[in-house]
């Protein structure tokens, strides 16, 4: 095994260990999508401009990309609702999601592309980033389809610690 390979999988270890840590911290938190496993979220120490300008620029790099980002404030703003600030961004790997694609077992899992991360402001003033908890979906799916979403969810995880210990 290269070294490579072990760093990833300590990466992997550790990102799974810090899921787990925050899942616990969130039940506490009678975060009602988060004890059912749904989704996940993190508060971020950054305000909603500079915390979408951080997303932003860690989504787009191991070879993901944005796709779209859909401005939910903006959009009911339209329809004479005023909500907080809500962006939903949508995002890509293109080597992930061609692997899956091929794969006619794993095909069914194309309502879950492309991967989603919400970002908003809650009325307290804080920023949160939200996504939907895959890798707990995932359980149900087996192992290969498992191992697979895991390691897609883990890299996402990834980034976003990154933005999470930007300001710690």
Known sequence: MD??????????????????????????KKNSASIQGFSL???????????????EKVLNTGGWKISKV??????????GQEVLPVKIME????????????DDDMRFLSVLMPCRVSLYEKSNGKTYIGMMDTANMAKMLGSAIESKILQIQNEIELKIQLILKSNA
């Open 3 to 28: 070294t490579l390979t072990k760093h990833n999988e300590k990466q992997m270890i550790n990102t799974t260990n810090e899921r787990q840590n925050h899942k616990q911290k969130n039940t506490a």
């Open 41 to 55: 979220e993190y508060e971020s120490k950054l305000d909603f401009t500079n915390t979408e300008a951080y997303l």
């Open 70 to 79: 859909h401005d939910l404030q903006q959009s009911l703003q339209k329809n």
């Open 91 to 102: 995002f890509c790997n293109p080597a992930y999601s061609g692997e899956m694609l091929k």
